[in-house]
């Protein structure tokens, strides 16, 4: 089912004489007058349509943090969902401008025609299980079904766990999302593996009774969620990693979608800087000076963003843990706007 | 001079042939440089060397041995065998469903043609992905959870994780054996006249004398031999069961849907295969004092199949390319292999060319064994 709109991917590489690689991502943005980005077929706090069919998520905000950094308007978006297979190459092939879409950073998807931006979301792969199993540990899981997705960093992960436990899990592997989901909760698997988030964000948007499931991490090893972009244009790489940094940089200088007006006349040359009140930063990347002044006014600070989306704002009520900010014993780090 | 160049039919067929050959090549060689060229500036790297990295993805069952240390090569040659598999199970099943379909929509009572008749028009047009999807969800959600499994012969498990039955678990040295065995049994069968003479009882019962004799033969071979032969009952072990025969649920909806669905279509096949026979061969056959079934058998089905065989070529085509659904119910033939291999690998354009080639093989084969046995049953006309 999917394989066919690969096919259509490879073949498009194979068509598409000069198109993709004529001139800088950004002209071409420019020119079609939004950025187009590849979104989950529906992961609540990360992205997925509201009920207006309005795109919501940590992910889908990443990605209209560009938007405004380019165009001073969150809405000049497009997304087009994708499923975990489909995604890269979705990306290789300039179908879509940047893909923020749960995706871990890895060597072999590194070296292989795409380039990480800044991560977005650090986290555990998890099992989600029913607490009726009793199983509260991986080492518990001895002989389980594991429903895995294709496409996804987690069907190696399911073995490396069982290999070196010694835990000869079952996997069972879908090709989409949902089917993957509904054979979990069926009972056709013992335990459903994937980022801890999306789990959480499963149980408390598709089971009947969230209270009745338990996650737990599958190994001790944590994933990097980074927004990627094609290689070959080092420009577009710049902007989207400094329109990420500008909301880390808020939530660092207390900069929040509330206070920014009052923020202009602050002293601190840091934040002037930042706003664009001292100018230079914007013009180095290609931009209005004003850009990060604009994505703060229009979507808040990381912390805001993760709050409202993934953490007590939202259903999910996921606690920062390792993503606070360095200042608050987290990982993640603001890199500094001069 | 130029115009009697140009009247030339010789000259004319030639040369068109020529400009189309030239541009059919001149359009290849684009398409290649073409990519080679984005690939290239996309720095996605190109080439086959990955197949031997090791694939560290789990197939969740597989009718060749396969581990997630192999490499990316095995796991296509995994995928291939669990392709062929259910291709020519399916195949298989779907004809022998599809011929008593057929022939019970020729049936003169009522029932059993109106029968044949709503189930050939319903399977038909339902898409076989809902079949698939159908049959898959019936098996995830009508049956009971492991330790609350249908038990309904010691040994036998029904339940959502899949149908269980015990297995016989035969050592290098049991197998042959009953390869022996088997190749002793159809021998003798073969020249039962000589071996045994004739008049005397095993004559007139010969399956018997064959039975008796090859029982002995194998009793006397495994008391001095004593091969390993271990019955293995499947029973439940923490999460799952463990031991025996499995069928898995993603497994039985393939097979479900994909012989249901084909076998309508092979069904028509058949049953109109027959209908195109002259209504003369049954008066003939009946003439001649054959039975119905007689006439059915020895007559209207060899003419039939000349009928019948060249649309059923293109729907085995069908079953096989077909199977490719199987990733909607999870079951990992080799589409879904590909799937997989392309994202961990990001080779998209080597796995996409090598799913083609495998398909394009599967399908000329099917084609050319399906010509062959044409060519066989083909009416030898007097030259």
Same mark, same amino acid.
């Given at each position: 089912?999917?394989?066919?709109?690969?096919?259509?991917?490879?073949?498009?590489?194979?068509?598409?004489?000069?198109?993709?690689?004529?001139?800088?991502?950004?002209?071409?943005?420019?020119?079609?007058?939004?950025?187009?980005?590849?979104?989950?077929?529906?992961?609540?706090?990360?992205?997925?349509?509201?009920?207006?069919?309005?795109?919501?998520?940590?992910?889908?905000?990443?990605?209209?943090?560009?938007?405004?950094?380019?165009?001073?308007?969150?809405?000049?978006?497009?997304?087009?969902?994708?499923?975990?297979?489909?995604?890269?190459?979705?990306?290789?092939?300039?179908?879509?401008?940047?893909?923020?879409?749960?995706?871990?950073?890895?060597?072999?998807?590194?070296?292989?025609?795409?380039?990480?931006?800044?991560?977005?979301?650090?986290?555990?792969?998890?099992?989600?299980?029913?607490?009726?199993?009793?199983?509260?540990?991986?080492?518990?899981?001895?002989?389980?079904?594991?429903?895995?997705?294709?496409?996804?960093?987690?069907?190696?992960?399911?073995?490396?766990?069982?290999?070196?436990?010694?835990?000869?899990?079952?996997?069972?592997?879908?090709?989409?999302?949902?089917?993957?989901?509904?054979?979990?909760?069926?009972?056709?698997?013992?335990?459903?593996?994937?980022?801890?988030?999306?789990?959480?964000?499963?149980?408390?948007?598709?089971?009947?009774?969230?209270?009745?499931?338990?996650?737990?991490?599958?190994?001790?090893?944590?994933?990097?969620?980074?927004?990627?972009?094609?290689?070959?244009?080092?420009?577009?790489?710049?902007?989207?990693?400094?329109?990420?940094?500008?909301?880390?940089?808020?939530?660092?200088?207390?900069?929040?979608?509330?206070?920014?007006?009052?923020?202009?006349?602050?002293?601190?040359?840091?934040?002037?800087?930042?706003?664009?009140?001292?100018?230079?930063?914007?013009?180095?990347?290609?931009?209005?000076?004003?850009?990060?002044?604009?994505?703060?006014?229009?979507?808040?600070?990381?912390?805001?963003?993760?709050?409202?989306?993934?953490?007590?704002?939202?259903?999910?009520?996921?606690?920062?843990?390792?993503?606070?900010?360095?200042?608050?014993?987290?990982?993640?780090?603001?890199?500094?706007?001069? | 001079?130029?115009?009697?160049?140009?009247?030339?039919?010789?000259?004319?067929?030639?040369? &068109?042939?020529? *400009?189309? +050959?030239? #541009? %059919?090549?001149?359009?290849? /060689?684009? =398409?290649?440089?073409?990519?080679?060229?984005? !690939?290239?500036?996309?720095?996605?790297?190109?080439?086959?060397?990955?197949?031997?990295?090791?694939?560290?993805?789990?197939?969740?069952?597989?009718?060749?041995?396969?581990?997630?240390?192999?490499?990316?090569?095995?796991?296509?040659?995994?995928?291939?065998?669990?392709?062929?598999?259910?291709?020519?199970?399916?195949?298989?099943?779907?004809?022998?469903?599809?011929?008593?379909?057929?022939?019970?929509?020729?049936s003169k009572h009522p029932l059993?043609?109106?029968?044949?008749?709503?189930?050939?028009?319903?399977?038909?047009?339902?898409?076989?992905?809902?079949?698939?999807?159908?049959?898959?969800?019936?098996?995830?959600?009508?049956?009971?959870?492991?330790?609350?499994?249908?038990?309904?012969?010691? &040994?036998?498990? *029904?339940? +959502?994780? #899949? %149908?269980?039955?015990?297995? /016989?678990? =035969?050592?290098?040295?049991?197998?042959?054996? !009953?390869?022996?065995?088997?190749?002793?049994?159809?021998?003798?069968?073969?020249?039962?006249?000589?071996?045994?003479?004739?008049?005397?009882?095993?004559?007139?019962?010969?399956?018997?004398?064959?039975?008796?004799?090859?029982?002995?033969?194998?009793?006397?071979?495994?008391?001095?031999?004593?091969?390993?032969?271990?019955?293995?009952?499947?029973?439940?072990?923490?999460?799952?069961?463990?031991?025996?025969?499995?069928?898995?649920?993603?497994?039985?909806?393939l097979m479900l849907g994909l012989?249901?669905?084909?076998?309508?279509?092979?069904?028509?096949?058949?049953?109109?295969?027959?209908?195109?026979?002259?209504?003369?061969?049954?008066?003939?056959?009946?003439?001649?004092?054959?039975?119905?079934?007689?006439?059915?058998?020895?007559?209207?089905?060899?003419?039939?199949?000349?009928?019948?065989?060249?649309?059923?070529?293109?729907?085995? !085509?069908?079953?096989?390319?077909?199977?490719?659904?199987?990733?909607?119910?999870?079951?990992?033939?080799?589409?879904?292999?590909?799937?997989?291999?392309?994202?961990?690998?990001?080779?998209?354009?080597?796995?996409?060319?090598?799913?083609?080639g495998i398909f394009l093989s599967?399908?000329?084969?099917?084609?050319?064994?399906?010509?062959?046995?044409?060519?066989?049953?083909?009416?030898?006309?007097?030259?």
């Amino acid at each position: 089912m999917m394989n066919w709109k690969l096919g259509i991917a490879a073949l498009a590489t194979a068509l598409s004489a000069t198109a993709a690689t004529a001139g800088p991502t950004l002209d071409k943005v420019k020119e079609r007058g939004r950025i187009v980005c590849g979104a989950s077929q529906g992961t609540v706090g990360f992205g997925s349509p509201d009920d207006k069919g309005y795109w919501t998520g940590l992910d889908v905000e990443t990605c209209r943090a560009v938007a405004v950094a380019i165009f001073g308007d969150k809405d000049k978006v497009e997304f087009v969902p994708l499923s975990g297979q489909q995604r890269i190459p979705a990306l290789q092939t300039g179908e879509i401008d940047i893909l923020p879409r749960t995706l871990t950073w890895t060597l072999q998807r590194d070296a292989n025609g795409i380039n990480f931006t800044t991560p977005t979301y650090y986290e555990f792969t998890g099992f989600m299980v029913s607490k009726a199993s009793g199983v509260t540990k991986v080492e518990e899981m001895t002989g389980a079904s594991v429903c895995v997705q294709t496409g996804s960093t987690t069907e190696v992960v399911v073995n490396d766990v069982s290999t070196k436990l010694n835990l000869q899990l079952n996997p069972v592997v879908f090709d989409n999302v949902a089917a993957t989901r509904q054979a979990f909760f069926s009972g056709r698997c013992d335990a459903l593996i994937t980022d801890a988030a999306a789990l959480a964000s499963v149980r408390a948007t598709q089971s009947d009774n969230p209270d009745d499931y338990v996650i737990f991490p599958a190994t001790k090893y944590m994933d990097a969620l980074t927004p990627a972009v094609r290689h070959g244009d080092d420009n577009w790489m710049d902007i989207v990693n400094w329109s990420i940094q500008a909301l880390l940089n808020a939530e660092l200088y207390g900069i929040t979608q509330a206070n920014i007006d009052e923020m202009m006349t602050s002293d601190d040359p840091r934040v002037k800087r930042f706003l664009g009140v001292e100018p230079g930063n914007g013009k180095a990347l290609g931009l209005g000076d004003e850009f990060a002044y604009n994505i703060v006014k229009q979507l808040g600070n990381y912390g805001e963003i993760f709050d409202r989306n993934l953490g007590a704002g939202s259903a999910l009520k996921i606690e920062r843990g390792p993503n606070r900010l360095f200042s608050d014993g987290g990982l993640m780090f603001p890199m500094a706007f001069q | 001079m130029f115009s009697a160049v140009l009247d030339n039919r010789r000259f004319r067929s030639w040369s &068109g042939q020529i *400009l189309l +050959l030239g #541009g %059919f090549a001149a359009l290849l /060689l684009w =398409l290649v440089n073409n990519t080679v060229t984005n !690939l290239d500036a996309r720095g996605i790297r190109v080439g086959f060397d990955f197949l031997w990295r090791p694939a560290n993805f789990p197939i969740s069952e597989s009718v060749l041995p396969y581990n997630p240390s192999d490499n990316f090569l095995w796991a296509y040659v995994t995928g291939v065998g669990n392709t062929l598999a259910i291709s020519v199970l399916a195949i298989f099943l779907s004809t022998a469903l599809g011929l008593l379909v057929g022939l019970a929509r020729r049936s003169k009572h009522p029932l059993t043609s109106g029968v044949a008749g709503v189930f050939v028009t319903t399977m038909r047009n339902m898409p076989l992905i809902v079949h698939l999807l159908f049959w898959y969800a019936l098996a995830t959600t009508a049956l009971p959870a492991p330790r609350e499994a249908y038990n309904p012969l010691p &040994g036998v498990f *029904l339940s +959502l994780r #899949g %149908f269980y039955i015990p297995a /016989l678990e =035969l050592d290098a040295l049991a197998w042959a054996m !009953l390869c022996l065995v088997i190749v002793v049994t159809w021998g003798a069968w073969r020249l039962r006249h000589h071996l045994f003479g004739s008049g005397r009882w095993h004559e007139r019962h010969p399956v018997l004398a064959l039975l008796g004799l090859t029982a002995a033969v194998a009793l006397g071979a495994a008391l001095l031999l004593r091969p390993g032969a271990v019955v293995s009952f499947p029973e439940i072990r923490g999460f799952n069961f463990t031991g025996g025969l499995r069928l898995s649920p993603e497994f039985a909806a393939l097979m479900l849907g994909l012989v249901i669905y084909t076998s309508a279509f092979i069904g028509e096949i058949i049953r109109g295969g027959i209908d195109a026979v002259a209504i003369g061969q049954w008066e003939a056959g009946r003439a001649i004092g054959l039975s119905e079934r007689h006439t059915l058998t020895k007559i209207i089905i060899p003419q039939a199949l000349r009928i019948i065989i060249p649309p059923m070529t293109s729907q085995y !085509l069908s079953t096989v390319k077909n199977t490719t659904l199987a990733l909607a119910v999870g079951y990992p033939e080799l589409g879904l292999v590909v799937g997989t291999v392309i994202n961990q690998t990001g080779q998209a354009i080597e796995s996409m060319a090598l799913l083609l080639g495998i398909f394009l093989s599967i399908s000329i084969a099917v084609s050319l064994f399906m010509n062959w046995y044409n060519a066989h049953v083909a009416l030898v006309e007097a030259r």
